[in-house]
C-alpha cells in the first residue's frame, strides 16, 4: 500500500482483535484469536498478529486499545481483568520490534475516540460507556479525549451506587461499584447464568442499575449524546436501553436527558479506536 498501514490492536479480556487500515481508517485486513491468559504467550501472539497483518503492506504505525490501568505515555499495561498480563512493557516491545509510532490508550477512551471519527452522529461532548467483561467510559470534549488530574483516566464503571439491601466487593477493592452490578462478570453472579440468557424482567433490572449510573455520570459530565457499546449492552438490547432511559428521565432535574443510543460500530469499536490511535491525522 502505498503510504503502508495503520494497524489497530484490541485487547480484550476473552479476545483480541486486530485490523490493517489505509490512511483513512478503511479496514484492508483484519483477524481475530482468543486472548491467552499467560502475558508473554499473549505478546508472542501480538506479534504474529501485526506480522501477519503487515502482509497488507509496511506498517506505518501502531494503535492498542487494552483494559486499564495503564501509563499511556510508557505503554506499560496492566489491565484489570487479565492479571498475567499485568505490567507489560507493551510499547517498549512493539517499538523495538516494529520501529515504528506506537500509541495505547484504555479501550473505552478510543472506543470515544472512534465515535467520534467513524460514528453516525457528531457531539460536542460525547459519553461512551461499554458493558462487557467490565464497564467503563470515555468522554471526548470537542473531539479530544478528556482526562483527569496527571491524565489519569476516569473510572465511571467505579462510581459507587446505593444499594441498601445488598453490598457487593468489586474487582477494584471497593463496594457497591456500578461494575459489580451490571458488568458480565456481575451478572454471572447474581443470575448464575450468561448475559446473553437472561430474561426480559431480568434485562429490565440491569437497565434500572445502569440508568442509576448514567444519570449521575450525566450530571458530573452534561454530555450532548451518551453511546452504549460492549457484548452486555447490545445484548440487552432496546429493554435494557429503555430501562436505563427511564431511570435518567425520572431522575434527571436540573439538566436535559441526553440522548442515549447503541453504538453504530457494533463489536469493532474499540479496534476502530485502536486504528484511530494510529492514525497521523489523531491529535497525540
Known amino acids: 500500500m502505498e503510504n503502508g ?22 479496514l484492508v485486513r483484519r483477524r481475530k484469536i482468543a486472548s491467552p491468559a499467560d502475558g508473554a504467550e499473549g505478546l508472542r501472539s501480538l506479534f504474529d498478529l501485526v506480522d501477519d497483518l503487515a502482509a497488507a ?3 506505518a504505525a501502531i494503535g492498542a486499545a487494552c483494559g486499564g490501568p495503564l501509563d499511556r505515555r510508557s505503554g506499560l499495561i496492566s489491565p484489570l481483568h487479565q492479571p498475567g498480563w499485568h505490567n507489560m512493557a ?16 484504555v479501550d473505552t477512551d478510543a472506543a470515544a475516540l472512534a465515535e467520534g471519527l ?29 482526562r483527569g488530574a496527571g491524565g489519569v483516566h476516569p473510572e465511571i464503571g ?45 434485562w429490565k433490572h440491569i437497565g434500572s442499575l445502569l440508568g442509576i449510573g448514567l444519570r449521575n455520570a450525566a450530571v458530573l459530565y452534561a454530555p450532548d449524546l451518551i453511546v452504549l457499546g460492549g457484548g452486555v449492552a447490545l445484548g440487552g438490547g432496546a429493554t435494557l436501553l429503555q430501562a436505563a432511559r427511564r431511570v435518567m428521565e425520572r431522575n434527571l432535574k436540573l439538566l436535559p436527558v441526553p440522548e442515549l443510543r447503541f453504538s453504530e460500530l457494533g463489536y ?3 479496534l476502530m ?10 491529535k497525540q
Open 5 to 26: 498501514v495503520y494497524i489497530g490492536l484490541d485487547i480484550g479480556g476473552t479476545k483480541i482483535l486486530a485490523a490493517a487500515a489505509d490512511s483513512r481508517g478503511r
Open 57 to 59: 503492506g509496511p506498517i
Open 90 to 105: 507493551l510499547g517498549a516491545a512493539l517499538q523495538e520490534r516494529y520501529n515504528v509510532p506506537f500509541r495505547v490508550e
Open 118 to 146: 467513524f460514528g453516525g452522529r457528531k457531539a460536542e461532548r460525547l459519553l461512551y460507556v461499554t458493558l462487557s467483561t467490565g464497564v467503563g467510559g470515555g468522554l471526548l470534549v470537542d473531539g479530544e479525549i478528556y
Open 158 to 202: 467505579h462510581q459507587q451506587i446505593t444499594r441498601p439491601e445488598e453490598t457487593v466487593l468489586c474487582a477494584c477493592g471497593a463496594f457497591n461499584c456500578l461494575e459489580a452490578f451490571v458488568s458480565g462478570t456481575a451478572i454471572r453472579r447474581r443470575f448464575n447464568k450468561a448475559a446473553a440468557t437472561l430474561d426480559e424482567d431480568e
Open 268 to 270: 469493532e469499536t474499540a
Open 273 to 282: 479506536g485502536a486504528i484511530a490511535l494510529a492514525l497521523p491525522t489523531i
